[in-house]
């Protein structure tokens, strides 16, 4: 049983630049969120989709921007990128309904020079 | 609002010794508590969870949390460190959000334990 994956597992971006990472939840779960967890912090919650809507948002900018497919699939986009967005960004996935709890994947690490 | 505090940055112990990572939580109604570790480049694994029920929760690896409501704390325990338990250790609370009710989880700022052979 596949858990979450994540890709790309590394990526070196450039100020201003724009920059898309996938997830594909667990078998089974519909619905995704994304942390942001920069260096020496706990993860920060960004957003949540469920239905292809989003239903949270954390507090950031509208830099960042995410979408969900049919297929429960979820990208998170951040535009304009700053030296800031440095950080390991973290996909969750769990079934409303199902058990309390998220599973996560191995994250992205985003590296802005 | 729902929070988490891990007071101390690092824990020392030697292979062998029993281990204790501290947490402490702010919550109204009833918490969901939950802890993860994490190891080096990876993401977030998942150890255990308290819910309702028995105030010592058992879960993987030989980890056990103990929740007690009177100290509003939720410390992380394992009676005999192994070295390969060294990582970052994040403990975590559950929210609800607004009118949606769709759950998020609030970190702790996380605790590096470090286990000499």
């Known amino acids: 049983d596949a858990g979450v994956t994540q890709s790309p597992t590394h990526l070196i971006k450039t100020r201003g630049q724009q920059v898309t990472l996938r997830c594909s939840p667990k078998?089974?779960?519909?619905?995704v969120s994304w942390y942001q967890q920069a260096l020496g912090q706990g993860p920060q919650f960004i957003f949540q989709?469920?239905?292809?809507?989003?239903?949270q948002r954390g507090n950031f900018p509208d830099r960042f921007s995410g979408h969900q497919f049919p297929n429960y699939s979820s990208e998170l986009n951040v535009n304009a990128l700053l030296l800031g967005d440095s950080a390991l960004y973290l996909c969750?996935?769990?079934?409303?309904?199902?058990?309390?709890?998220?599973?996560f994947g191995s994250g992205t690490r985003l590296t802005v020079v | 609002a729902q929070s988490v505090a891990q007071p101390e940055d690092q824990v020392n112990v030697a292979e062998g010794n029993p281990l204790t990572v501290k947490c402490t939580y702010s919550?109204?109604?009833?918490?969901?508590l939950f802890w993860y570790v994490q190891y080096p480049n990876r993401g977030l694994q998942f150890l255990l969870k308290?819910?309702?029920?028995?105030?010592l929760v058992k879960g993987s690896y030989g980890f056990e949390a103990e929740f007690n409501k009177s100290q509003t704390s939720f410390h992380l325990k394992k009676p005999s460190a192994l070295v390969s338990d060294s990582a970052l250790y994040f403990c975590?609370?559950?929210?609800?959000?607004?009118?949606?009710?769709?759950?998020?989880?609030?970190f702790g700022t996380g605790t590096r334990l470090l286990v000499s052979p």
């Open positions: 919550v109204s109604g009833n918490p969901y």
């Open positions: 975590a609370v559950r929210t609800l959000g607004g009118n949606t009710g769709f759950q998020k989880l609030v």
């Open positions: 969750a996935s769990r079934s409303v309904g199902g058990q309390v709890g998220y599973t």
């Open positions: 078998s089974g779960h519909d619905t």
């Open positions: 308290y819910i309702t029920g028995d105030n």
């Open positions: 989709y469920y239905e292809e809507e989003e239903r």
